[in-house]
C-alpha cells in the first residue's frame, strides 16, 4: 500500500523555503487565519493536571515523568480543552507542542490557540509536530542561547502553514493513524523479542554462576536460605574477603572544546551499564596536579556504580579499553581484588545475575527513589557463590559468548526499530507537506484499521529458534 503511493498530479510553488512546492489545490496560510489565542484560568485549580511531552504531546502529568515540583494551588493557571493546540514556548523548537485530547490546568507560561474554520486538529497535530516544521519552530523562537529560546504568540502566529481541503485533511489523518498503529504495533513485537533475549541471558547467567557448566555436579547446602544448593566442591564467602580495596573517584570540574589526546577526561555513569563499558560516555575536565593522584583506569578494571536509581544502582562493568589519561568519577566505585581468588568477570556476571541483584537492591538506600546509594560496608558483605579460578574462568568464557551473541541480535533489532522510527518520521514529513498522494489509499483502508493477526505477522524473527539457539 505504501509502496505504491505517489506525488499529486499538480503542484506549486509555496514561497516558503523549507515546504518547497504543495498540490495545487493546496493552500498556504499564516497561523493567524488558522488559530485563536485562548486565555481562561482556572477557578478552583481542580481539573486535571496536564503537561507537554517532547515525544508524546500533551499528555496527563500523572502519565509522565515530571520531576518539577507541583505547585500548592492551581486557581488561576491557564485551562486548555480537547482540539486546542498547546505550545510551551520555552521548549517549542523541541517539539514541546500539541494538539491536546484532555481538558486540564496547563502551565501559565504555555500558549494556547483554538483552530477556527474547517481545519482537523488531528492534522494540525501531525503537520506542527513534523521534522519540516520543527525548523520554523526554531527560527522562530528567539533568545540568547539554545536553552533559553522562547516562541512569542505574534511570532507563531505568522508562520506559514499547508492547508489541503477538509476531507483531505480526514483522509490524511486516516492513513497516519492506520500506517502508526502498525508500525508501532511491529516496534511493540520487536521490544518483546529483546525482552525474551535478555530474560534468557539471565536464566542462563543464573544457572552458571549458581550450579557452573556440569549439568551432573554434586550440589551441597549452601548455607544461605536464599542462595539454595551449590555444587559441593564451591564456597561461598563474603565480598569483602576476596576484596583488597574499593576505591572512588572524584568530581573535577569539566573544561571547554574537544577532548584532546594530551587532556585528562573523565567517565560519567553512563559508562557503566548492564554488563558493557561504554568507552565513549566521558567528559574532559580542566588540567589540575590533583588529577595525577586520582584513579586513572586501565584496562581490566572492575567498576561498579554507587549512586543512581534503584533500577540502575550496582551497575557493573569490566574496563576493556579506555582512553589515556581518563579517570574514575565520583559516582563509581573501582574494585581490586586479592591475586588468584576472585575472577573480575566472573564477579560482574554474579552481581548481573538475580542473586546479586537481590543483594544490591537490598543494601541500595537512600531519601528516595532516585537518590540511592551503596556504602563499602553493604559491597563486603554480599555473598559470592565461588568456585576455584580454573571453573571462574570457564564459566565466564561460556557466559562471554552467550553475551556476545544475545548483545549482537538486540544491537540488530534495536538497528530495526530505529529504522522503523525514521522511517515513521519520514513518511509523516512527506504526507502533511504534499509530497505524497495518500487520497486513494485512505480511501480504500479497511473500516476498522489492525486485523487481529497483524500483530503476528509484525513478528518476523524466529523468536522460538533464536532463544533455543541461545539457550543450547
Known amino acids: 500500500m505504501i509502496a505504491d503511493l505517489k506525488p499529486y498530479p499538480a503542484m506549486k510553488g509555496s514561497g516558503v523555503e523549507w515546504l518547497g512546492e504543495v498540490p495545487e489545490h493546496w493552500d498556504v496560510r499564516r497561523g493567524k487565519n488558522i488559530f485563536r489565542c485562548i486565555d481562561v484560568r482556572s477557578e478552583t485549580g481542580d481539573e486535571e493536571l496536564l503537561t507537554v511531552s517532547s515525544e508524546r504531546g500533551v499528555v496527563p502529568r500523572r502519565s509522565a515523568d515530571v520531576t518539577m515540583f507541583k505547585a500548592e494551588s492551581y ?61 520554523e519552530l526554531r527560527v522562530r523562537s528567539k533568545g540568547v542561547w539554545t536553552s533559553r529560546l522562547q516562541l512569542t504568540d505574534d511570532s507563531f502566529l505568522c508562520a506559514p502553514f499547508p492547508i489541503p481541503p477538509l476531507p483531505e485533511q480526514t483522509a490524511i489523518v486516516r492513513f497516519l493513524d492506520y500506517v502508526d ?26 544457572r552458571a554462576v549458581t550450579r557452573g557448566l556440569d549439568p551432573d555436579v554434586p550440589l551441597k547446602p549452601s548455607g544461605v536460605e536464599w542462595l539454595g544448593d551449590v555444587p559441593d566442591n564451591w564456597d561461598v564467602p563474603l565480598l569483602g574477603s576476596a576484596l583488597r580495596c574499593i576505591e572512588q573517584g572524584w568530581s573535577p570540574v569539566a573544561a571547554e572544546g574537544i577532548v584532546e589526546s594530551e587532556q585528562w577526561a573523565v567517565i560519567t555513569l553512563s559508562a557503566v551499564k548492564n554488563g558493557y563499558f561504554n568507552k565513549e560516555a566521558i567528559k574532559p575536565i580542566e588540567k589540575s ?66 542473586i546479586g541483584r537481590r543483594q544490591i537492591e537490598g543494601d541500595a538506600r ?107
Not at 517539539?95 to 504555555?110: D, F, N, P, Q
Not at 502498525?182 to 547467567?205: D, F, M, N, P, S
Not at 570457564?394 to 548483545?407: A, E, P, Q, W
Not at 480504500?444 to 529458534?465: C, M, T, Y
Request: hydrophobic share 40%; charged share 25%; aromatic share 8%.
Open 289 to 354: 596536579a590533583s588529577v595525577a593522584s586520582n584513579i586513572e583506569l586501565q584496562p581490566g578494571d572492575f567498576l561498579l556504580s554507587r549512586s543512581n536509581t534503584r533500577s540502575l544502582v550496582g551497575d557493573v562493568a569490566v574496563v576493556e579499553r579506555v582512553r589515556p589519561r581518563t579517570i574514575l568519577c565520583d559516582l563509581v566505585y573501582r574494585l581490586r581484588f586479592k591475586a588468584g581468588v576472585l575472577v573480575p568477570r566472573y564477579l560482574m556476571y554474579v552481581l548481573l545475575s538475580p
Open 181 to 206: 498503529r502498525r508500525i508501532q504495533r511491529y516496534v511493540r513485537a520487536k521490544q518483546k523479542l529483546i525482552g525474551l533475549l535478555e530474560a534468557l541471558k539471565a536464566t542462563i547467567i543464573h
Open 366 to 472: 537512600g531519601s528516595s527513589q532516585t537518590m540511592v546509594k551503596l556504602s563499602h560496608r553493604h559491597i563486603r558483605g554480599w555473598r559470592i557463590p565461588l568456585p576455584q579460578t580454573d571453573e571462574q574462568l570457564k564459566i565466564v568464557g561460556s557466559l562471554d559468548g552467550v553475551s556476545k551473541r544475545v548483545r549482537a541480535a538486540v544491537t540488530g533489532i534495536e538497528r530495526e526499530i530505529d529504522l522503523l522510527h525514521e522511517y515513521r518520521t519520514r513518511l509523516i514529513a512527506d504526507v502533511v507537506t504534499g509530497k505524497l498522494d495518500v487520497r486513494e489509499a485512505a480511501a480504500n483502508l479497511p473500516d476498522e484499521a489492525g486485523s487481529p493477526h497483524e500483530s503476528e505477522a509484525a513478528e518476523e524473527f524466529p523468536a522460538e529458534e533464536i532463544t533455543r539457539e541461545f539457550a543450547q
Open 75 to 135: 486557581v488561576g493557571h491557564k485551562l486548555c480543552w480537547p482540539g486546542d493546540l498547546v505550545i510551551n514556548s520555552l521548549w517549542a523548537w523541541a517539539r514541546g507542542l500539541g494538539v491536546s485530547k484532555y481538558h486540564g490546568i496547563i502551565s501559565t507560561a504555555y500558549g494556547v490557540y483554538r483552530l477556527k474554520g474547517a481545519v482537523d486538529p488531528s492534522f494540525i497535530h501531525a503537520l506542527v509536530r513534523s521534522t519540516p516544521f520543527h525548523w
